[in-house]
């Protein structure tokens, strides 16, 4: 099947052959476009999507082998559910003083084993407990054919977990766990005609790098003494997109493509000096600035990028951490003296 790209003209020729599709991945060619635009595509998808997961965990119980920040970063990296991510709003966003209904997606998850043999919990096991801005964002994804999804870890008797997860919208620039994507594949120039890749071998390069599957889709193969075109550019971009279930192979390339032009009409914007949104483009352009994907807390207080300091994403019995004293590891005062890993305490 073949697509026109980003509503452009038959005029333009840019194409998108769909090679190969399911639910899961998508094997795609991008024709008569330049490298820089065929990188930004994928650095783009890889990176600057928005989707949903856990950023906060507030641990009430954990009787595990594992300790709270080994948990907290397991369930941080469970795929779930950013179908309408777009009515969630970032947290910087928000009216809440830390999150709400509007912002985030809170799952409770409550295990105790109580009999003789392991029990393993499962992302099943998260329940979404409140209200969430639609039906389907901050749900596991669970794809296997027992239903368990992703292993969070394993108990044994008398073992308990009880945990408040709360969700968020964010994007892999941010954190990897805001990735759509598992992986993206990304070729040009299987025959290497253009000669950007020098390859290091021992022997014979033709025998140590065997030519891709893509070559088929290229044209006759480079013959030995054929003159070689420093002018010659790439036109033709092979991918190969893996989702990690929270988003559709599809939605991740649309969205992909909107996130593009939005950072495309940011920069019209900025050269033309206008405060609307650079002649209609998407991406709720306004006076206030971009208004495309960006990380739920990037700048303003209280975030890793200004202000009080960044939230470790957990809390426990003993007090938040960088609460200031509410934690035994540290704050305005310990058994042994005023933070004795530095500050303004007399220390060790």
């Given at each position: 099947m073949d697509y026109d790209m980003l509503g452009m003209d038959a005029v333009d020729g840019v194409q998108v052959k769909i090679r190969e599709a399911d639910n899961v991945a998508v094997d795609f060619v991008l024709k008569n476009v330049d490298l820089a635009f065929a990188?930004?595509?994928?650095?783009?998808?890889?990176?600057?999507?928005?989707?949903?997961?856990?950023?906060?965990?507030?641990?009430e119980k954990n009787t595990s082998v594992l300790a709270d920040e080994f948990l907290c970063h397991r369930l941080g990296l469970i795929p779930l559910n950013s179908k309408n991510v777009d009515d969630v709003l970032y947290t910087r966003d928000c009216d809440c003083e830390q999150y709400c209904e509007q912002c985030s997606v809170v799952l409770s998850l409550n295990a105790r084993c109580t009999g003789d043999e392991v029990m393993t919990v499962y992302a099943r096991d998260l329940v979404v407990s409140e209200s969430r801005a639609n039906e389907w964002v901050g749900s596991p994804v669970i794809t296997d054919p027992d239903g368990h999804g992703a292993i969070i870890c394993k108990l044994r008797k008398g073992q308990e977990?009880?945990?408040?997860?709360?969700?968020?919208?964010?994007?892999?620039?941010?954190?990897?766990?805001?990735?759509?994507?598992?992986?993206?594949?990304?070729?040009?120039?299987?025959?290497?005609?253009?000669?950007?890749?020098?390859?290091?071998?021992?022997?014979?390069?033709?025998?140590?790098?065997?030519?891709?599957?893509?070559a088929q889709f290229e044209g006759d193969p480079p013959q030995k003494g054929d003159s070689f075109d420093y002018d010659a550019a790439p036109s033709q971009f092979y991918f190969n997109l893996e989702t990690v279930g929270g988003l559709e192979p599809d939605v991740i390339m649309q969205q992909g493509?909107?996130?593009?032009?939005?950072?495309?009409?940011?920069?019209?914007?900025?050269?033309?000096?206008?405060?609307?949104g650079g002649g209609g483009m998407p991406g709720e352009m306004?006076?206030?600035?971009?208004?495309?994907a960006r990380s739920p807390d990037m700048?303003?207080?209280g975030t890793a990028y200004g202000g009080a300091g960044l939230d470790q994403g957990f809390t426990t019995p003993y007090g938040a951490p960088g609460a200031g004293g509410g934690s035994v590891w540290g704050g305005a005062a310990t058994p042994f003296g005023a933070q004795p890993y530095g500050g303004g305490g007399a220390g060790w």
């Open positions: 990188n930004s595509l994928r650095r783009v998808m890889l990176a600057e999507i928005p989707t949903m997961a856990i950023d906060l965990v507030e641990v977990l009880k945990m408040k997860c709360i969700a968020k919208k964010g994007i892999a620039k941010e954190h990897s766990k805001w990735a759509p994507t598992a992986a993206i594949g990304f070729e040009y120039d299987p025959y290497n005609k253009l000669r950007h890749l020098d390859y290091w071998f021992e022997e014979d390069p033709v025998a140590e790098w065997p030519i891709s599957d893509n493509i909107r996130v593009l032009q939005q950072k495309l009409a940011a920069v019209i914007q900025e050269l033309t000096g206008s405060g609307s306004d006076g206030a600035g971009f208004g495309g700048g303003g207080a």
